[in-house]
């Protein structure tokens, strides 16, 4: 199968985070049983994690680690530093991509 095949047939949902990923009653993040089923799931949560609203999911661990008292302060200050440059990057990016 070709690639441009496979991204055709891909379901609309493909790399929704808030569907593939959505936040629980529990406020912790878990796959639902329908996206479990479907052959697209590893390929669709990793293009969801990798857009920026998947940092904001590795802001969550980093800021439930913190509470938890399982990091310092400076690892906290120290991973959120570098989400926020992941985070500029990519909308540096997408700005530079829209302008061509």
Same mark, same amino acid.
């Given at each position: ?8 047939k891909t ?11 959505p ?14 089923a479907?052959?697209?799931?590893t390929?669709c949560?990793?293009?969801a994690?990798?857009?920026? #609203?998947? *940092? =904001? ?5 980093? /800021? &439930?680690?913190?509470?938890? #008292?399982r *990091? =310092? ?5 120290? /991973? &959120?530093k570098?989400?926020?440059r992941?985070?500029?990057?990519m ?5 530079a991509?829209?302008?061509?």
């Amino acid at each position: 199968m070709i690639m441009s095949e496979k991204k055709q047939k891909t379901p609309t949902c493909f790399g929704n985070l808030d569907i593939v990923f959505p936040m629980g009653p529990d406020e912790l993040r878990c796959t639902p049983d329908t996206c479990m089923a479907c052959e697209h799931k590893t390929e669709c949560l990793r293009t969801a994690m990798a857009r920026p #609203g998947g *940092i =904001g999911v590795r802001e969550e661990i980093v /800021d &439930r680690a913190y509470a938890s #008292g399982r *990091i =310092g302060f400076f690892k906290r200050w120290s /991973d &959120r530093k570098a989400f926020n440059r992941q985070k500029s990057r990519m909308v540096r990016d997408n700005c530079a991509k829209e302008k061509k």
